[in-house]
């Protein structure tokens, strides 16, 4: 089982931008890959999604057309690309991967990360 770890979070401005990446410790090509984010006092909640050739990606409409999820399966890395930051983008973001379909729902991820903090400030 491949294990997972986040890095590139950080403080940044509204409007700003950051990239996310997550290194896995092996090979990801079987897996689908998605990042969750987990704000305070909140449940985590999905981001985005990646099917295991990268064909296909799902978003949340909160960060549709501001995100974009890509992975390099030659690196075993998955990235998160964020754009136009917002204050309620601030939370913990989680990689996680799944063998089979793609899928939105956290339970359907059984590897996680420990994750990245964002917080992005007015």
């Known amino acids: 089982q491949v294990q997972l770890v986040e890095s590139g979070g950080g403080l940044v401005q509204a409007g700003g931008s950051l990239r996310l990446s997550c290194a896995a410790s092996?090979?990801?090509?079987?897996?689908?890959m998605g990042w969750f984010r987990q704000a305070p006092g909140k449940e985590r909640e999905f981001v985005a999604t990646?099917?295991?050739?990268?064909?296909?990606?799902y978003y949340a409409s909160s960060v549709k057309g501001r995100f974009a999820i890509s992975r390099d399966n030659a690196k075993n890395t998955v990235y998160l690309q964020m754009n136009s930051l917002k204050p309620e983008d601030t939370a913990v973001y989680h990689c996680?991967?799944?063998?089979?379909?793609?899928?939105?729902?956290?339970?359907?991820?059984?590897?996680w990360g420990q994750g990245t903090q964002v917080t992005v400030h007015h």
């Open positions: 996680a991967a799944k063998p089979g379909l793609v899928s939105t729902t956290r339970a359907n991820y059984n590897v």
């Open positions: 092996g090979r990801t090509s079987a897996y689908v």
């Open positions: 990646i099917t295991q050739g990268g064909a296909n990606t």
